[in-house]
């Protein structure tokens, strides 16, 4: 099981993105990254190469370090990177010479790299940790991500595709070296939640680059960790930043050497022993373009202005080992180090290395400039790189180039510790009846003025009213455990100053399951054939049934609770109508559904059952007219709002003779006393709707997760009344604060 993290990212606006990023830190050198910075204030190298504006001399020096911190804060300030609101992934995609390669960006476990979860293939340096780790630290943030890669998961794959076909990309530019990268935010909760489960069933993280980002950040975690004893493992220091790419879409470019010279030997000694134990066979090639190996175990080799291919003889390898089966160590054990002399490549200064992406031109103008001789390697795959973590093993030094790179100044992941105000006074959140059996049978008019000093208030069914505010002066936050909001004057909360949010699909699966359930009862007549079997009758003839297959329903409102149903109707093969003025057509066929008018969902449907939210703009929105459209032994499921069916209408029509069912548990005031919906409702329930543990507690466990969210990172994501345009009608306030929900 792997662990992959949703975090709000400090990244660049949409305008800003190309003008922001920057090639890795680790890619040039001082005067090559003060080059490529020159002109360009908001370039993301005066944060991850500092040193461009403390000087050369001062790389690795504390100066430096708090210049980077210095200067995160002053892009912050000046915009050119701003939080987003919620914890999000972020799909992001690269494009080189024609090639994709499609990742997710999130944080993994500090943890999980400590107990080899996530797998490394590479030893690190001490001196190179170092420095990330004072840079990390300084900043209190990870300013680059790790390059991992997992075995390809078709959830997650097919995640990728859905969220890219049906949504406009936040960025979308190419760089100066030809690469294309394009980047979207993943904010949705449902996304996020099926991709945070998805990885929880990819087995392993492998490190593809960044072992030392790597290392770095699981220093400056335990640094953070001994500094906050009180840690619980959820603070953001516990994750490090990551872009985790599939491994099938992973390129892997030619690692090749160049040496200085032939060991002292003569080329004629030189080639005899090179002969013992490789094949040895000159190659055509044009001059510039080098000599590519075909295959494994093959290799080019550059002497005296000629190519050579060279062929590992059998028997001078291990093809069975994870390590010696790699051409990078057959060169090394069979030539680099008992011909030439160079037993360490990590130290010897006689050996150099060109990344592929320099191309096979560049050994031969290194040989021109001194170099005695080069070798072209066939490139490491990824089923060797996985082959050699599993096993626990150590690459060779400079086996793998990845491209492209990963850019830089795209996302930073901050790692600061601020525990909440909430931690340490949790008697200033005031959580009422339905919520918390302390306060059982309590008024909230009662609880609220026993704790005035309240700053915040988790809500289910009880209103929060003018009143209930006037009452807590230093009330800051209402949170509707639930979807809807139409129990909070979100008006008044604006004028107050009070922030109101939701939970939006906490509910949805529970109400999904609710319709499904009413419909089956509904049409085999079970709470009637119960009754009767318990009084002693056998009345088996009396409840002939319908089945459910294959029937046409009609879905109003396609938001979370309508696109859970959908799932869960699939299996009865039936014909799905949908009406949702807010949903793209091509969103709705993706989803499963037919899109139409709501005149044809009561004029062609066998069951019609309702999602909309309450307020003026539904309001008797199901009209006699509608009514009228509806087929004889059609059946109409209310679980939305009362007041969206026009009851009175429904039974003139029913009294009318039109043969019509209506299935409800929503009511005026959701309590015991008589229920105007009794006369005309063919099945009806106590708003059952949420009324599942598991929905209590998904809607409990977010509204706290916001609301320690809200206090401890400023995050107002979910708030619904952030802006309140005071003046509309009633009806134009409704539909303002849903294209400010949609906007958001």
């Not at 009070?498 to 009413?518: C, H, I, K, L």
């Not at 989803?591 to 309702?610: A, K, M, N, R």
Request: aromatic share 8%; proline share 5%; charged share 25%.
């Amino acid at each position: 099981m792997s662990t992959l993290h949703p975090f709000p990212a400090l990244r660049p606006p949409r305008d800003m993105a190309a003008r922001v990023s920057s090639l890795p830190y680790d890619v040039m050198n001082h005067r090559e990254a003060k080059e490529m910075a020159a002109g360009n204030d908001a370039s993301f190298l005066h944060i991850c190469r500092s040193d461009i504006d403390t000087g050369e001399e001062a790389i690795h020096a504390p100066e430096t370090y708090a210049r980077a911190k210095e200067n995160l804060e002053a892009f912050i300030r000046k915009g050119y990177l701003v939080r987003d609101g919620a914890p999000s992934f972020y799909i992001y995609r690269q494009i080189m010479w024609g090639r994709v390669q499609t990742g997710i960006v999130g944080c993994a476990s500090v943890d999980e790299y400590a107990n080899g979860t996530i797998k490394k293939h590479e030893l690190t340096r001490r001196e190179k940790e170092l420095d990330r780790i004072e840079h990390f630290d300084a900043c209190s943030a990870q300013t680059e991500p790790v390059f991992l890669a997992y075995r390809k998961h078709e959830g997650l794959s097919g995640i990728i595709r859905e969220w890219i076909k049906f949504h406009k990309p936040e960025y979308d530019f190419t760089t100066e070296d030809g690469v294309t990268h394009i980047l979207w935010p993943v904010a949705d909760p449902e996304t996020v939640e099926a991709i945070r489960k998805g990885f929880e069933e990819v087995e392993a993280l492998y490190i593809a680059d960044g072992h030392h980002r790597t290392a770095s950040s699981a220093a400056v975690s335990a640094r953070r960790r001994k500094a906050h004893p009180d840690y619980t493992g959820q603070e953001e220091f516990n994750y490090l930043m990551a872009v985790v790419f599939c491994d099938e879409d992973l390129f892997i470019m030619d690692y090749n050497r160049v040496v200085r010279d032939l060991n002292g030997l003569s080329r004629d000694e030189f080639m005899q022993k090179l002969q013992t134990v490789f094949d040895v066979v000159p190659a055509d090639t044009v001059p510039g373009e080098g000599y590519a190996p075909r295959a494994k175990h093959e290799f080019g080799m550059y002497l005296d202005g000629r190519w050579h291919s060279l062929t590992a003889k059998p028997g001078t390898f291990d093809a069975n080992h994870p390590i010696e089966s790699l051409d990078c160590a057959i060169l090394q054990a069979n030539l680099l180090a008992p011909i030439l002399g160079i037993d360490d490549p990590r130290t010897s200064d006689r050996i150099d290395f060109v990344g592929g992406i320099r191309g096979l031109g560049e050994l031969e103008r290194r040989c021109a400039e001194g170099m005695a001789l080069a070798f072209s390697l066939y490139p490491v795959t990824m089923d060797d790189l996985f082959r050699v973590a599993d096993a626990g093993e150590i690459m060779p030094p400079k086996s793998t180039w990845f491209e492209p790179k990963l850019r830089s100044g795209l996302f930073v992941h901050t790692i600061e510790h601020k525990p909440s105000p909430l931690h340490t006074n949790m008697n200033k959140v005031l959580i009422p009846t339905n919520l918390s059996d302390v306060a059982a049978n309590t008024p909230l008019d009662a609880q609220a003025a026993s704790h005035p000093d309240t700053v915040a208030l988790i809500v289910r069914s009880e209103k929060g009213t003018p009143e209930i505010m006037d009452s807590l002066p230093s009330l800051k936050l209402v949170i509707r455990a639930g979807a809807g909001y139409d129990n909070i004057d979100i008006v008044y909360a604006r004028k107050k100053n009070v922030d109101v949010m939701n939970t939006p699909g906490a509910n949805s699966n529970a109400v999904a399951e609710e319709v499904m359930a009413m419909i089956l009862a509904y049409y085999r007549h079970l709470v009637q054939a119960d009754t009767t079997t318990r009084a002693g009758l056998w009345e088996k003839k009396k409840y002939m049934g319908s089945e459910l297959t294959k029937k046409t329903v009609g879905i109003i409102g396609l938001g979370n609770i309508g696109r859970n149903l959908v799932k869960r109707l699939q299996g009865l093969e039936p014909t799905l109508l949908a009406y949702d003025h807010f949903l793209a057509r091509q969103r709705a066929l993706n989803i499963g559904v037919t899109p139409t008018s709501i005149e044809d969902i009561f004029s062609q449907c066998d069951i019609i059952t309702l999602h909309v939210p309450g307020g003026p703009s539904t309001h008797h929105m199901v009209n006699a007219e509608l009514i009228s459209r509806m087929k004889d032994g059609a059946v109409l499921i209310n679980c939305s709002r009362y007041g969206v069916v026009d009851e009175e209408a429904l039974a003139a029509a029913k009294a009318a003779g039109k043969t019509i069912g209506y299935l409800t548990d929503v009511h005026p005031k959701d309590a015991a006393g008589e229920k105007p919906s009794a006369a005309v409702a063919d099945l009806l329930l106590p708003h059952l709707g949420a009324n599942t543990r598991e929905a209590n507690t998904k809607a409990a466990k977010r509204a706290a997760e916001q609301m320690v969210a809200y206090f401890s990172d400023g995050d107002t994501s979910c708030v619904v009344n952030g802006e309140s345009p005071i003046g509309l009608n009633p009806a134009h306030l409704q539909l303002a604060f849903l294209l400010a929900a949609l906007a958001r």
